[in-house]
């Protein structure tokens, strides 16, 4: 009878132990098991650090100096048409952020409208004509990108804001000579640069520039112009002038 309560006693104990190594066997094969719903909430969170991805650039900007090289038109001068040379040197603190100074230097001539202005007036009209001028600019560059062309290459590229202070040199047109004037001017720009190498990437700018100049007339009071006596006083104040360019270079990465 002992035996017996003994060995029922060790078969019963036998039985919860297996029992037991089960259900743990059980838990752990549940705790593999995916939880949608908790991937669903990271999927539709506003942020999640967990998922982040950093896509890695071909051509990087950060910590390293470009010299930029290029030529372009104004097209909103109304009384000037010619050629716009820039030379510029820059410095990117990271992919984001840099500095650049430029030099612009311009080679202008009358457009169409003085000519006919001459034509149907015999008289220049009263304007200005842009030299060159000098900016320091800050740079940021919140768009990057790379695009596929016929499934055949792949161009990266980058979009960003250029906005600067700097001084402007013009020249006041006058019959007995043009008088030579500076001054203060503001900068704003969108420029796009494609890489096509480590060191090399074609660079285009739209560049917009702001500042108050002197106007004059062109004749001195008591000049004879077509007939007519010029009158009044030869200064015509200051007014704000805004000039437009449009500029394609490359520029090269050291």
């Known amino acids: 009878m002992l ?20 259900d743990t066997k059980s838990d752990q094969r549940g705790s593999d098991k995916l939880d949608i719903k908790k991937l669903e909430q990271k999927y539709w969170a506003a942020k999640d650090d967990d998922f982040s991805v950093v896509q890695n650039r ?38 984001r952020y840099g500095m650049e100074v430029n030099f612009d230097s311009a080679s202008m001539k009358d457009n169409d409208a003085v000519h006919q202005f001459v034509n149907s007036y015999k008289a220049i009209p009263d304007h200005n004509v842009i030299k060159s001028s000098y900016f320091l600019s800050g740079i940021w560059v919140p768009f990057y990108a790379k695009m596929s ?7 990266y590229f980058d979009m960003g804001l250029s906005a600067g202070v700097g001084t402007l040199n013009y020249e006041i047109t006058q019959a007995e000579g043009n008088l030579a004037k500076s001054t203060f001017a503001y900068k704003l720009g969108v420029f796009q640069q494609m890489f096509f190498s480590e060191h090399f990437a074609i660079r285009a700018d739209l560049i917009n520039t702001w500042s108050t100049q002197n106007k004059m007339k062109y004749y001195a009071p008591g000049s004879s112009v077509g007939g007519t006596t010029v009158t009044g006083n030869r200064d015509l104040g200051s007014e704000t002038i805004n000039n437009t360019s449009l500029m394609i270079g490359i520029t090269y990465w050291h």
Do not use: C, H
């Not at 003994?6 to 132990?17: G, K, V, Y």
């Not at 100096?65 to 050629?83: C, E, H, K, R, V």
């Open 3 to 22: 035996k017996k309560t003994i060995l029922t006693i060790i078969l019963a104990t036998s039985q919860a132990f297996a029992q037991q190594a089960a």
């Open 58 to 95: 071909r051509y990087t900007k950060a910590e390293r100096f470009y010299l930029t090289g290029s030529a372009g038109i104004p097209f909103n001068d109304p009384y000037s048409t010619g050629t716009i040379v820039t030379g510029s040197l820059g410095y990117f603190f990271n992919e």
């Open 149 to 155: 062309v016929m499934d055949k290459a792949i161009i």
